[in-house]
T-cell receptor, first 117, second 109 residues
Framework: GAVVSQHPSRVICKSGTSVKIECRSL??????MFWYRQFPKKSLMLMAT?????????EQGVEKDKFLINHASLTLSTLTVTSAHPEDSSFYIC?????????????FGNGTRLTVT | GQNIDQPTEMTATEGAIVQINCTYQ??????LFWYQQHAGEAPTFLSY??LDGLEEKGRFSSFLSRSKGYSYLLLKELQMKDSASYLC??????????WGAGTKLIIKP
């Protein structure tokens, strides 16, 4: 079945540094990928929609200069958390649909647990 | 505003049946997903409903009533591995996914 691979699974970084998270679709092409953030016991929050070959679409309240998204190929999207601060500590998850229809379920990567010290 | 409501936590016994409810208020509706999420892991797809009625998949079934803005996930013959959070997500008229906060299901022996 469709697999979305996300790396790294865990990362600890110091405040002020940047962290890059990769999301790959392993056996299908994903023109669109979605980046979510999840706080403990909270709902998934869509941060941005990553579009291959064009600029990402950010949700209201998400700083595009802080959360840089690059979707350079049909199988890879990256999220870079720039100048990370402790409040950026969270669980980041990417996802993609195999088919183009809205009824196609999202396949999620395994998530990245980011801790900023 | 758009909203998804589901219970925060439920407890059930191994081998029993449990029903997790979800009510939604969205601008338009294009279907509803149920996902399972184990602690520290990403969600995995369980079901999709867009028409009224019951969809059965093995031990898991999902029901939808569009007129009532209501869905439920039914889990039968509960196993310890079913301990997880169950997320309800509705698709609005803009084809955006609106996520519930999830129901944490605790299975006791």
């Amino acid at each position: 079945g469709a697999v979305v691979s996300q790396h790294p699974s865990r990362v600890i970084c110091k405040s002020g540094t940047s962290v890059k998270i990769e999301c790959r679709s392993l056996d299908f092409q994903a023109t669109t990928m979605f980046w979510y953030r999840q706080f403990p016991k909270k709902s998934l929050m869509l941060m941005a929609t990553s579009n291959e070959g064009s600029k990402a679409t950010y949700e209201q309240g998400v700083e595009k200069d802080k959360f840089l998204i690059n979707h350079a190929s049909l199988t890879l999207s990256t999220l870079t958390v720039t100048s990370a601060h402790p409040e950026d500590s969270s669980f980041y998850i990417c996802s993609a649909r195999v088919g183009g229809e809205i009824a196609s379920p999202l396949h999620f990567g395994n998530g990245t647990r980011l801790t900023v010290t | 505003g758009q909203n998804i409501d589901q219970p925060t936590e439920m407890t059930a016994t191994e081998g029993a049946i449990v029903q997790i409810n979800c009510t939604y208020q969205t601008s338009g509706f294009n279907g509803l997903f149920w996902y399972q999420q184990h602690a520290g892991e990403a969600p995995t797809f369980l079901s999709y409903n867009v028409l009224d009625g019951l969809e059965e998949k093995g031990r898991f079934s999902s029901f939808l009533s569009r007129s009532k803005g209501y869905s439920y996930l039914l889990l039968k013959e509960l196993q310890m591995k079913d301990s997880a959070s169950y997320l309800c997500a509705a698709i609005d008229s803009n084809y955006q996914l609106i996520w519930g906060a999830g129901t944490k299901l605790i299975i006791k022996p």
